[in-house]
């Protein structure tokens, strides 16, 4: 049950989100450019650091907690999903909380 820990709480955030882009109507996964220009440089920031801690055995992810599923730079998938999953999650949020509270600008605008 150990290996399934990150992947549950992957789930738990989907779940915990997502919803807001069919209930409030968020619009945040019909922007996918918007979206991928949001998070690219941090999944990618935070990747490079997780490649670089691993690689200088700062820290490791334990087998035993991992779906057994890694790829390049030796970080297991559920590491990667978490860099797409949460900040989406993040976005989705606040697109949500700018939806009830109406009058609240972030950014530029939905130009993307």
């Known amino acids: 049950m150990t290996k ?4 549950a709480m992957l789930a738990f955030t ?22 991928t220009l949001s998070l690219l440089p941090v999944a990618l920031i935070f990747l490079t650091w ?5 690689a200088h055995k700062h820290w490791r992810f334990d087998k035993n ?15 990667y999903l978490f860099f797409i999953i949460v900040p989406v999650a993040c976005v989705m949020t ?9 009058h609240w ?6 130009e993307l």
């Open 4 to 7: 399934w820990g990150y992947v």
């Open 14 to 35: 989907v779940v915990g989100s997502f919803w807001l882009e069919i209930a409030l109507k968020v619009g945040v996964l019909r922007r996918i450019k918007r979206l």
């Open 50 to 54: 997780d490649a670089y801690a691993v």
């Open 65 to 79: 907690q991992m779906l057994g599923f890694v790829g390049p730079f030796q970080i297991p998938l559920e590491e």
């Open 94 to 102: 606040l697109e949500g909380v700018r939806r009830v509270k109406k």
């Open 105 to 110: 600008p972030v950014g530029d605008g939905d």
